[in-house]
Structures are given as structure tokens and as C-alpha cells.
């Protein structure tokens, strides 16, 4: 059974950083591109970040760019998105998902998502 | 950049017919992608490629699309569909897109 559960988030101070983790298990990690997706108090879906399976393509929407880093390891199943500059609009719960394909410019669906971590941004 | 527009929120009935639309510049042409999610739990896949359904989805769930506009049906409505909805796309100008979401309330 496919398993993504997220950890790593927590409240922050505006301008500081935080790095969320995905644990990865029931598939072979590597062989899918991954994201990550956030849901903002109330709002509706925001993709965030996609990396493909080997790590050679990596893509931001315009609202994260030059601020998040998404990172793999494949050898720990493991997926990153390390956060710098946070401010108080990042606020959100972060999901981790799996998209149903491997390379750049994936047609395919999300078929697994996890539980979502929780940010805060507040001073 | 890509937009994809729902309506905010449908309204039915249980046992009826729900209808949950998503418009978007020529959507007719990409892969259309729906999402259920219901309070406090995580997005779950329910119609992938525009028509396709995922193992273990009910059958009551369909979609379609062409032209400017994508559509989730869902028939017999039960208590459980009550939840949000969202559609998504990939496009060449915006990577992954969602619609802002529809939430359907069974009345």
C-alpha cells in the first residue's frame, strides 16, 4: 500500500526557514516524479513544486520561486522542500504527492497524496 | 498563465444528479484531472483523464470535456459526496493548474 507522510512543519517567524520531509514507502520511489501541493486556512489547492524521478527537471510555480528548493533522495525514499524567506501568505498545510508519471511535463494525475504537514508563518 | 474556473459551490438533493463544471481556455484539448476532498482529510483522486476512474471509485462518479469546459457528474447523490471538488490540468505556460474548487452540499 502506498504510504506518503509528511513532517517537518511547524511555526515560524516571518523571513525564517523550515524543511519539510516526505517519507515514502509501498512503491518504487524512483520511479515516479513527485510535488509538493499546499491548501492555505479555507482555501483551495496551490501546486507548489514537482521534481522528476531522477531529479533532472525540478519546476516552481511563480508564488515559491527562488524561495523553495524541492530535493530527492531516492536511496531514502525521501522527499524535501526546503522553505527560505517564509512570510505570512505561505501559511498553509503542505501535502507531498505522487503524480502518476516520471519525467517533465506530466499529463498524468495525482493518485497519492499524504496527510499534509501544517506551516504557520506568525511573529 | 492557465486559469481554470469552478463555480464556488451545487447544491442537490440525495438521489440526484450533481454537476460540477470546470472551464478553462480550449480544455477540451488536455487531460482534465478531478479531485474529492473531504473536511479535514486529504485530496483523493476521482476521475483521471477526463473520463477515467480509479480503482475502487463508484461507478455514480463520470466526467467529460470539450471544448471550453470540463465536467465531474456525479448521479445518485449520496451523503458521503458532500466534500469539495477540484479539477487540474497541465498546461505549457503554467505547469499544473487547479480549479478553485466547488463545494457540493447534499441537502
Known amino acids: 500500500e502506498v504510504h506518503l507522510v509528511e513532517s517537518g512543519g511547524g511555526l515560524v517567524q516571518p523571513g525564517g526557514s523550515l524543511r519539510l520531509s516526505c517519507a515514502a514507502s509501498?512503491?518504487?520511489?524512483?520511479?515516479?516524479?513527485v510535488t509538493w501541493v499546499r491548501q492555505a486556512p479555507g482555501k483551495g489547492l496551490e501546486w507548489l513544486s514537482y521534481?522528476?524521478?531522477?531529479?533532472?527537471?525540478?519546476y516552481y510555480a511563480d508564488s515559491v520561486r527562488g524561495r523553495f528548493t524541492i530535493s530527492r533522495d531516492n536511496a531514502k525514499n525521501s522527499l524535501y522542500l526546503q522553505m527560505n524567506s517564509l512570510r505570512d501568505e505561505d501559511t498553509a498545510v503542505y501535502y507531498c504527492a505522487r503524480f502518476d508519471c516520471s519525467g517533465g511535463s506530466c499529463y498524468g494525475p495525482i493518485d497519492y497524496w499524504g496527510q499534509g504537514t501544517l506551516v504557520t508563518v506568525s511573529s | 498563465s492557465y486559469v481554470l474556473t469552478q463555480a464556488p459551490s451545487v447544491s442537490v438533493a440525495p438521489g440526484q444528479t450533481a454537476r460540477i463544471t470546470c472551464g478553462g481556455n480550449?480544455?477540451?484539448?488536455?487531460?482534465v484531472h478531478w479531485y474529492q476532498q473531504r473536511p479535514g482529510q486529504a485530496p483523493l483522486l476521482v476521475i483521471c483523464y477526463n473520463s477515467d476512474r480509479p480503482s475502487g471509485i463508484p461507478e455514480r462518479f463520470s466526467g467529460s470535456n470539450s471544448g471550453n469546459t470540463a465536467t465531474l457528474t456525479i448521479s445518485r447523490v449520496e451523503a458521503g459526496d458532500d466534500a469539495d471538488y477540484y479539477c487540474?490540468?497541465?498546461?505549457?505556460?503554467?505547469?499544473?493548474?487547479f480549479g478553485g474548487g466547488t463545494k457540493l452540499t447534499v441537502l
Open positions: 487540474q490540468v497541465w498546461d505549457s505556460s503554467s505547469d499544473w493548474v
Open positions: 480550449n480544455i477540451g484539448s488536455k487531460g
Open positions: 509501498g512503491f518504487t520511489f524512483s520511479n515516479y516524479g
Open positions: 521534481i522528476t524521478y531522477n531529479s533532472d527537471t525540478r
